[in-house]
């Protein structure tokens, strides 16, 4: 993975020591909280409901072993023995001291992570695809692309108060693992008919209040001009973006009002005048970069299919999980394993200190030092040989991470919501634990299939509801919980924003509420092979609707 | 009713104001303002703790008196004035508990 050079350890150290500085004077009353607040949050320190909250960049979900290590140490001295992973590859802390900050950022540096760009109107962390590097179907590991972004985004002098914040998400897989299209700017790495490394280029898209799947702007951007297109976008935004309204300021409102092809034009010529100049890549450059996130040396250890074939039939949990939480890797002996961090009746996202030990442990000794975080709020081990799944599984059962529940109900998606968030209307994570307890069976989760099921506390949408298959919001209705259901969502290459199916249900319907619609797809599909999205796209909105409002049109 | 609530500077630690006691970890603990009058003080009073450094994020919030013991009208100071309502172990509720 990438290791800070000279320049970025300076840096880094030298944000430390500004920060400090800057904390001492807040609690020396020399400056106000108008004066800090914008600080603070330049440093990732937001105030919420019980306490202050640290969110620590994870620059595309990569991390390794010591860096997982010193999240853990953190979290066991300065918060409450955990963490909380979030929806775009990052960690928070919910805890801390502003008077313990600095120690803490003096920590992440010494292990190459900051908080820097995690708040405010800039570019955010790039996230990228948590099987970068390790997946099957995987034209070219994306993570060196992100990378080139953070540099060219960190404190970018012209991109540091942009109308609003900036959201770029990259994948190198057809198969869209990234969420893409629900990015400011999504970057597909793909090959064209030369064999040329390129991007399709998504601009526009988002969640939150308005909604909007990205458009694609171009087909084919070379990669040697990531730099020189990106920049492009962020002036047209940064020119034309609705600064006088904050709902209005995020760069898909802009793309929306313009439409998209006079977008594309403005943004081509601008592109114009930037192209082949100081911006362009030097492919000595990208090499160099590339040569970071070189694959692991994975040794062939053919004896995997027979190891895994006989701890199959030893251990049906060991098959389970094989079954549910270990992905095909692009080597024929190793495999991608998921940690959920979605155990039943668990606050999903959240592990505790030992737990990060732990993983890290693991990670040492089977997964050659490499962790993952996944927007998905899970972690992963993106190399393991087969040959090691068992030992890998029986580790995580010791820790309680070895829940087979990837890409089922209760692998659900919240947002820390009306438990922790300052800005919630509603709980998530109580919405999340009563829900996953319901289908803890994993009979009858395997038998629903793939299901998408994500949760925000409030309209911002970090819990990514719209694009659930299952998506649940929570609002304030007199006073009270209120949540509302939406279907048919999906963030993948066929993003959709969900529907929203019809009156909201008080906390202690939603369950139920969720349990028909899933009972009514059952009903429905036309067998085992035909997952929810597929049926809720060919059955619409309408069965789903009568079995959760039936009763009452009939009764009105 | 109203009682007045903050986080404290330092630390984040979500306080209530208990007049001449200062501020208190726990709303138990706070002063209630049953009118017009009352709640000015309170005000006056968050006001002087923001400007000298000491809090931050005051607020007026309503209250009610249930069995005697303040009860927060929204279910956002309930949290806060207790903790995570998913981990027990944790906040205010955690040290009543113990
Ligand atoms: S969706 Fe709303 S409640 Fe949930 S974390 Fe984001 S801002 Fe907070």
């Known amino acids: 993975m990438y290791r800070y050079d000279e320049f970025d350890q300076d840096f880094v150290k030298a944000r430390v020591a500004e920060f400090t500085d800057q ?129 060219w985004s960190s404190v970018h002098p012209e991109f540091s108060y942009l109308p609003r914040k900036f959201k770029i998400a990259v994948t190198g897989a057809e198969r869209d693992r990234a969420a893409i299209q629900t990015h400011d700017i999504g970057l597909h790495l793909k090959k064209n008919a030369e064999g040329e490394l390129g991007f399709a280029v998504y601009v526009g898209g988002g969640q939150g209040r308005t909604p909007m799947v990205a458009k694609k702007i171009r087909d084919f951007l070379p990669e040697k001009h990531l730099l020189s297109y990106a920049t492009a976008i962020l002036r047209v935004y940064n020119l034309y973006g609705r600064r006088d309204n904050k709902y209005k300021a995020r760069i898909k409102i802009l793309v929306h009002e ?210 659930g298959h299952i998506g649940i919001l929570g609002v304030e209705k007199k006073g009270a919980e209120l949540y509302q259901v939406t279907l048919g969502g999906s963030a993948d290459e066929h993003t959709a924003v969900g529907e929203i199916i019809g009156r909201g249900f008080g906390p202690d319907e939603i369950t139920d509420a969720i349990e028909t619609v899933v009972e009514t797809y059952l009903a429905h599909r036309l067998d085992r092979s035909e997952n929810f999205l597929d049926a809720y796209r060919r059955l619409g909105p309408a069965p789903f609707k009568e079995a959760l409002y039936g009763g009452e049109a009939k009764a009105a | 009713m109203k009682v007045l609530t903050a986080n404290r500077l330092t630390d984040g630690e979500a306080i209530w104001y208990a007049g001449a006691r200062g501020w208190a970890e726990t709303i138990a603990e706070a002063d209630v303002a049953g009118d017009k009058a009352g709640e000015a003080e309170l005000e006056a009073a968050g006001k002087a703790a923001f400007a000298n450094n000491e809090v931050v994020d005051v607020e007026l919030i309503d209250v009610e008196l249930v069995d005697g013991l303040i009860r927060p009208v929204r279910l956002r100071e309930r949290i806060r004035a207790a903790g995570p309502t998913n981990r027990l172990d944790l906040g205010k509720q955690a040290r009543t508990a113990a």
């Open chain 1, 23 to 151: 904390v001492e004077r807040r609690l020396a009353g020399e400056i106000t909280e108008e004066q800090f607040r914008p600080l603070r949050l330049m440093n990732g320190v937001y105030l919420q409901l019980h306490a202050y909250m640290l969110r620590i960049a994870i620059p595309y979900g990569t991390l390794n072993t010591g860096q997982l290590r010193m999240l853990a140490h953190i979290a066991r001295r300065y918060d409450k023995g955990y963490g909380h992973f979030t929806t775009r590859q990052n960690i928070q802390f919910n805890w801390p001291a502003l008077s313990d900050i600095p120690a803490i950022l003096a920590d992440l540096a010494s292990v190459e992570m900051h908080a820097i760009q995690t708040s405010g109107n800039c570019i955010r962390n790039v996230t990228a695809d948590h099987f970068a590097g390790a997946a099957a179907d995987e034209v070219a590991d994306p993570r060196p692309y992100a990378e080139i972004l953070r540099q």
């Open chain 1, 258 to 467: 313009t439409g998209t092809e006079e977008f594309a034009r403005q943004v081509e010529a601008e592109w114009a005048a930037l192209k082949d100049q100081e911006l362009t890549l030097p492919e000595a450059d990208i090499a160099a970069i590339n040569a970071y996130f070189a694959p692991p040396a994975l040794a062939a250890r053919p004896e995997g299919d027979e190891v895994v074939k006989l701890a199959r039939l030893d251990s049906k949990s060991f098959a389970d999980w094989v079954d549910q939480n270990v992905i095909t890797h692009r080597r024929p002996d190793y495999a991608a394993v998921t940690i959920s961090l979605k155990g039943i009746g668990e606050a999903p996202g959240d592990a505790s200190d030992s737990q990060m030990e732990a993983v890290a442990d693991i990670a040492d000794q089977y997964a050659f030092g490499e962790i993952r975080v996944s927007h998905e709020q899970n972690l992963i081990l993106p190399h393991v040989a087969r040959a090691d799944l068992k030992a890998v599984y029986d580790a995580l059962v010791e820790i309680e991470l070895a829940t087979p529940n990837s890409g089922l109900i209760t692998d659900i998606i919240a947002c820390p919501g009306l438990d922790y968030c300052a800005l919630a209307n509603a709980r998530s994570i109580s919405v999340a634990q009563e829900i996953s307890r319901r289908f803890a069976s994993l009979e009858r989760q395997r038998d629903i299939g793939e299901l998408k099921l994500k949760i925000s506390g409030c309209i911002n949408a970090c819990g990514h509801h719209h694009v």
